[in-house]
Nanobody
Framework: QVQLVESGGGLVQAGGSLRLSCAAS????????MGWFRQAPGKEREFVAS????????YSADSVKGRFTISRDNAKNTVYLQMNSLKPEDTAIYYC?????????????????????WGLGTQVTVSS
């Protein structure tokens, strides 16, 4: 069993930055693929980024490429999402996710069904 707790959300002006953190409890964190999804009001849940167990392989949505960076620290059981150049359309609840599969291909990593565990989410609001 893995528990995920997100932090770091908040209110920021457009063009600003935030860093989200996700602390994981439970065994074998270093063997999990980790990721972030988001959901805006009235919209479907959307893939943001993922990172494989070693941190070597990452994927990100086209809408955040060049602005968001996912990383992980296996010694701290934590995954991060550095968000720069934020836009109002980035406003959403951001969810940390974990998959017991060590490595997911590009197609699978973008599918919510690939992930076994979800956090409760953290709100990110970007004002214009």
């Amino acid at each position: 069993q893995v528990q995920l707790v997100e932090s770091g959300g908040g209110l920021v002006q457009a063009g600003g930055s935030l860093r989200l953190s996700c602390a994981a409890s439970g065994r074998n964190f270093s063997s999990y693929t980790m990721g972030w999804f988001r959901q805006a009001p009235g919209k479907e849940r959307e893939f943001v980024a993922s990172i494989n167990w070693s941190g070597v392989s990452t994927y990100s949505a086209d809408s955040v490429k060049g602005r968001f960076t996912i990383s992980r620290d296996n010694a701290k059981n934590t995954v991060y999402l550095q968000m720069n150049s934020l836009k109002p359309e980035d406003t959403a609840i951001y969810y940390c996710v974990a998959s017991s599969t060590r490595w997911l291909n590009d197609y699978s990593a973008r599918r919510p069904a690939a992930y076994d565990y979800w956090g409760l989410g953290t709100q990110v609001t970007v004002s214009s």
